[in-house]
């Protein structure tokens, strides 16, 4: 039968229907109510959209009241908490309150359904970011997840393509017009991997914010598109940022989130309307670090006491939970070739570096001595670091031990028949890069350290990606975010305070993209701090869960919080003979 | 007015177990980012209403009580109104008074199209061929009733197939109506 048969009983039905109403024409007594579910708009218009022709504000909790106008016509919400003032207020975003009537009021209380309005992330990506078809299944799950969320904390383990997923996530946002002014926090390391990154996996172009300050506060009052800049530039231009607006910001170094420090306190000032940040960071360690992290992504989430002392894990997890991602690469990646961790090798010196280490270890340990019962950690700190650098080198004799035994494995390694095999090793101190530059100089090392500028950062590494067979590296400047999957050997060659850098490090080879099994030399000299330091981490490693996150990136937060006054004096106490 | 200026008014309702029903109305661009979308509270016609109208139930609730509420209560009309098959019973006669409209069908489905014409409420109409988003093999008909003389809907649907899926956005107005149907509920509850 053809459709085209069906009008006559619609006709006929119609006409019934007519019938009715023209005898009783009050039978729906009235029309039901209608609620508008407001649609926010960023502030600046996105690439694709030039020619916006309404205006609607974003809401957001960190932008107050929320004033909404679409297509001409005002309407008004509830008053959002401020966070500055009333840092424990309901971060939502206010009820509609533009209807007039109780029914379309409880209507309106669904605004937040809106996100469900918007073009899912497969249909926006599937002309327009051509490369959204080479994610795995997680990572696009990732994307929606960033997509559908306001506050959003992806705790990914490292390597599992984070600045992918995001990267796409702000293009599906940009061109669902859902976003406009959007702004990166990371590590100045980070810059050009993450310009790097965001062009090729979605198309976007990032202006970078550096500079002279009145270049940069040119850029922050005019710049509509996606900008970057480092947490000190944050710090520095807080001022300008307060009065800016941002529809995103991304914070990609999370470890400094941590803290309550200047720097932090002006990140979370900057006004905004979602907030995410990237980590490799597990949920369960230091909750109170997680909660502080959470200060930024979702203000009022936790109370302010909770930022001190946390509340029980359930509660954390179960206000995280909407917010918060994270997947395993050991769940996702599973054709990731094995990490295999050596070590630590126990090493001795020998000759002058032994002897200047022992004077050393003597003489300052009677200069503590001397301070008496006003001792503090900030005293022990330079006798600690100058005998960790004896442990490395001594530099007037150029002695070693470890460069001795690393030399040794990487002539083994570096074999000419392998040409694809490369390795990095890191240190602590620039000063002992330099030496190991010199020393290991036969296999034409490549230097990268805190002191380069961003040029010279970028060419070491792309010499390294392309020609270069080894990499000296700060552990400092390069251990977060960059990806080195071309390396199969990591040798630290000194520990350092924080077990999360060391892994950081060494996921930087052990990620997404890896083809080999990454091998991870470990170093200790027998009978010197290194070993005790080693000690009182193994013996914290029962607690390593709740451990390994708490400690922190430097020595003077390391000291204020979890080492204990004699706990580092047990540490620079001379070996008993 | 300039081309990329059309507004697409989607039309669709969501109807519970309880047979409430709800009626929501999505103006996108021609890109599919929503603008404005209304949405209207549940319905549930009473026993003498479900008698006194019989099988026309469906479409009096839509075209008398739901799309009026929500096409007035618009801050700016569509250029064109879209509904799809499974609201054309309740939709059908409110789009054949506020032309231009259109009924949208996938033909992924053999029995959800219509071949080459259709009558939507006494109007023979003939199918238009446009792009489906995202699939290479499929299209989608479009059965468009508008002046003649003055095509806006087809120039709308032409300019919108390329940029956007002509039919998600009919999904994404059922699932957000299914959300506040649940949140209905479980307030009653």
Redesign the interface.
Known sequence: MRFHAVPSILEHRRGFRALLLRKMPHLWQELPKTADLAIPRHRTPAVNAPDMFFLVQSHSALLGTFDVHVLGTRYRTNKNPDPETDPQGSPLPGALVSTDSKTAKRLSSYSQLYGLLYPPPNEVAVDQIPRYSELRSYQKMGVEFLVKSEHALLADDMGMGKTAQCSIAIAVLRRSERIGRTLIICPRALIHQWEEEAKQWAGIHITTVDGPPAIRKHVWESSPGVLMATPNIILNDIEVLRSCRFDLVVCDDVSLLKNDGKITQAIRRIPRVRSWCLTGTPLENNPEDIINVMEFVFPGLFKLPDRKHAPSRAVIQKKLKPHFLRRRKVDHLTELPAKQSIGPLALEMTGKQREAYCLAERKQWEALQAIGIKIEKFHIFSLINALLQLCNVYEPARQSAKAEAIKGQLADIMDPTQPEVKAIVFSRWVKTLQFLEHEFREFKPQLYHGGLSDNARKNVLAKFRNEGRLLLMSTKAGSRGLNLQEASYVFHFDRGWNPMDEMQAEDRCWRFGQKQTVSVYRYIQIGTIEERINQVLLRKRGQFDQYIDSMAEDTDSLAENQWSLTELIDLVRPTEK | M?Q??YLLGYLAHYQTSQRAYY?GL?ITNV???????????G?KPSRL?AT?????LD??VGS???A???Y??L??KPDLLLIDTGSRILF??FLHAHRPAALLVPLDDPDKA??D???L??S?LQAHDFDY??STSERIYAYIEEDHGHPVGTSALDLAQKT??LL??FD??R??LS??AQ?EQS?KA
């Open positions: 300039r990329d200026d009626g999505l890109r599919g980012i929503p603008l404005e979308f209304r949405h209207s509270e319905i209403q006194l109208y019989g099988d026309s479409a009096s008398d009580a739901l009026p509420a929500l007035d209560a801050s700016a059908g006669s219509f071949a014409s259709l009558s409420d006494g023979l988003k995202g956007m899926n998600s956005p994404r107005i699932t957000v959300e506040i949140a307030r």
